[in-house]
């Protein structure tokens, strides 16, 4: 007889919810985890008394009430609404595109005068069906607007020509034509006062957890103790590149402490400049409204992806799409493995998302809690 109902590869946010679920329902389960720390990219960590997002800013955001009662279980949550700014040159626009940015750019405060402008840029394309993200940027904002504040940054954030990079990605941009700074659309946001960390460790509350712990170092033990595996870590590595490596972009982070109160005066600053060489900085203390005399501002790169490094953004391009297919026909085969999460399912997910995939998976798995 195994030992576990469940073994459960990753502790990042389907790993914890399908693992909370599964004990609920009565489930022994084991979590491993590859890192020295559970929590995936959401992971937290308190330095001189601010919530750093080691991994880059997470802030949750839905419009799913039963998600957002669900994750309030673990965390209260603040109100904390994201407004990122833009630099461009030393001039600051503000972002998600609104009328203050059409301002900033045009000297335009008419709703209507900036959907003109925005036809007049566009008016010589043919952009019935953009074929890649500049075409599509363009029809969104126009072409003033994508040379400073998009070519530079997407082209910096993906290592590739704008020309080369799917639609798709930029749509997820909100467009307004009002005076609003809330860079998402949903009812429900916030950060979690504490941090994101306590939240996966309540989620793992008496459940056997192992950190420092490779599943590929022992893969024969590990699949011999458990009736069933929840994999949640890259698809190709499951089936030892076997055909061939699926691509990502890589991050990478430098964390400073400064002793001043306030370094940017906000959350999240994003450097659209392709001659400046991060893609944005974050001032964390600014996520929980702090008021210490110090503060942690982190530097984010954009990189290529090796082995090795950790993987952020799938490349989604022709080759990988297809690399992709044949990974997941080997999965969708397979009756001992469950496979769940952005490395899993080689695609970008929100949190709110994630939960939602991990909570209907247990259930299609286990059924609904008695």
């Excluded at 030892?240 to 400064?258: A, Q, T, V």
Aim: aromatic share 14%; net charge positive; charged share 25%.
């Amino acid at each position: 007889m195994r030992m576990y109902d469940y073994l459960i590869v990753g502790s990042g946010l389907y790993g914890a919810v399908f693992a909370h679920e599964a004990k609920k329902r009565g489930k022994k389960v084991l979590v491993i985890e590859r890192r020295a720390h559970i929590g995936g990219n959401i992971y937290t960590e308190n330095r001189s008394g601010i919530n750093v997002h080691v991994y880059g800013p997470h802030i949750f955001h839905t419009n799913n009430e039963a998600i957002w009662k669900y994750v309030n279980q673990f965390a209260t949550f603040n109100n904390f609404i994201l407004s990122p700014l833009a630099v461009y040159k030393n001039k600051v626009y503000n972002l998600p595109f609104n009328m203050n940015t059409f301002y900033q750019m045009w000297n335009i405060r008419d709703p209507e005068q900036a959907r003109l402008k925005i036809a007049e840029q566009t008016r010589d394309l043919d952009l019935t069906t953009p074929a890649n993200l500049e075409e599509q940027a363009i029809k969104l904002v126009g072409k003033d607007l994508y040379k400073t504040l998009i070519k530079g940054y997407t082209e910096k954030q993906w290592g590739r020509s704008a020309k080369l990079l799917p639609p798709f990605i930029i749509k997820r941009l909100p467009v307004r034509f009002t005076f609003d700074n809330n860079y998402f659309n949903d009812r429900y946001q916030g950060i979690p006062i504490g941090g994101y960390t306590q939240i996966i460790e309540k989620m793992l509350a008496g459940i056997e957890v192992k950190t420092n712990t490779d599943y590929f170092k022992d893969r024969e033990h590990f699949n011999s103790i458990a009736n069933k595996i929840v994999y949640t870590g890259c698809l190709d590595e499951f089936y030892n590149f076997e055909h061939g490596y699926l691509e990502y972009r890589s991050l990478e982070f430098k964390h400073k402490e400064l002793y001043i109160p306030n370094y940017q005066g906000v959350a999240m600053v994003n450097y659209t400049d392709k001659n400046v060489p991060y893609t944005r900085i974050v001032e964390h203390k600014h996520f929980d409204f702090g008021h210490s005399d110090n503060t942690i501002i982190t530097e984010e790169y954009s990189k290529k992806w090796s082995k090795g490094l950790e993987p952020f953004y799938p490349i989604n391009d022709p080759l990988n799409t297809q690399k992709h297919k044949l990974y997941t026909e080997r999965a969708d085969a397979e009756e001992k493995v469950i496979f769940g999460g952005r490395l899993a399912e080689y695609r970008y997910y929100d949190m709110h998302q994630i939960i939602a995939l991990a909570l209907n998976r247990v259930e299609e798995e286990i059924g609904k809690r008695p």
